[in-house]
């Protein structure tokens, strides 16, 4: 770990969605090898406890990500930034027949276009010093679709190839752009979300790992830790599974 804090130090990152479950779990990992992490986050009281926690001069921004004016302001106040990690999203389970077009609306807006917002406030000032990473967290379910979950899905699909299409963009700037893609992540959201299924549905998502087991917030962290810093910077437009082997599983 020294040796990657001493690649990450003294660079500064935002990270969206970052008061809890894996938002926070990569705030403290960059806190803790020296970055600058400014909290975006709508839970203010939450956000703020975590940057005091994590000190390094963190900080929060309560801000709406899907309204692009106040992300830009948000950005131009505490940035400039040589990290965006878009970690910031929402699911719902429902066949697709059962959704409405406000779910659609919803689930677009903050799982791709809070992305477009974020990466186009903080790409100018990237581009102009000619450094920078940006590493979206994406889900399996982008890659191999999901019951119950085709919405979800089709924004998490398009934040992949979005991801791509940015680092072939900007590679000439000494940009990078990947997509970490958690599978079952041990979180308090996870729990609330199978709370019906209990442990039963819990037992099924450890099976459709190759590992069988959930994974940790830690484990995303360590990812997007490496991706963000200096070491990382020859891995571009790529998308890195952090889901115990789930897509040779479901293969």
Not at 99 to 105: A, F, H, K, S, Y
Not at 172 to 194: E, H, Q
Request: aromatic content about 6%; proline content about 2%; glycine content about 12%.
């Amino acid at each position: 770990m020294m040796e990657l804090a001493a690649r990450l130090s003294g660079l500064s990152a935002m990270v969206t969605g970052g008061a809890k479950g894996i938002g926070a779990a990569i705030v403290r990992r960059l806190a803790a090898e020296g970055v600058r992490v400014a909290i975006f986050d709508r839970n203010a009281e939450i956000a703020q406890a975590l940057a005091e926690d994590c000190g390094n001069g963190a900080s929060v921004a309560a801000v709406d990500l899907t309204d692009f004016a106040a992300v830009r302001a948000q950005i131009a106040l505490q940035g400039p930034f040589d990290i965006a990690v878009n970690n910031a999203g929402v699911d719902q389970h429902a066949f697709f027949t059962r959704t409405t077009e406000e779910d659609w609306r919803r689930l677009l807006a903050i799982n791709l276009e809070a992305v477009f917002n974020v990466t186009q406030a903080v790409l100018p000032a990237m581009q102009e010093r000619g450094f920078g990473r940006i590493v979206n967290i994406g889900s399996e379910a982008g890659r191999m679709g999901s019951r119950g979950g085709s919405v979800y899905a089709a924004a998490k699909g398009g934040l992949i190839a979005f991801t791509k299409s940015i680092a072939m963009e900007n590679a000439r700037y000494g940009i990078t752009a990947n997509t970490v893609v958690p599978g079952p992540i041990d979180t308090p959201l996870l729990r609330r979300a199978v709370e019906g299924g209990g442990e039963k549905l819990l037992q099924a998502m450890e099976n459709a790992t190759l590992l069988r087991r959930l994974g940790t917030p830690d484990e995303v962290a360590a990812a997007v830790a490496f991706l963000a810093s200096r070491e990382g910077g020859y891995v571009t437009g790529e998308t890195l599974g952090v889901s115990g082997g789930m897509g040779i599983a479901q293969a």
